[in-house]
């Protein structure tokens, strides 16, 4: 791993503690499978304090599972950044194999098409 790779392997780093916080909120590590995420049913059993204290949270199952899947596709691509850094293929562009931008790196350091590849 080339070490001007440090900064952003420790902002995906960063990230990842986020969204397993965030998934946390809507959901659970699948048990047959640790890398996969699945919605969980707000817990509706609270009494009233605790329902004021949770007023933001979500509850509406649709809605979770909807939040749950963003969380859960940012987290898989954060995770395979991550795995790339470690492997030494971080950095390269899926598409044309080049080097991908410092600057779009910077702002995605999940990204993995170069400027001129991005959807
Ligand atoms: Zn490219």
Redesign the pocket.
Known sequence: MGTQFAQLKQKLEEEKAILVQELQKVGRINPDNLADWEPVAADLNLDTAEEEERAGEITNFEDRSAVEFELEKRWNEVNAALTAIDAGTYGS??????D?EESRLLANPAAT?????ME
């Open positions: 562009c899926v598409v044309c194999n080049m991908i098409t170069c400027i001129a590849h």
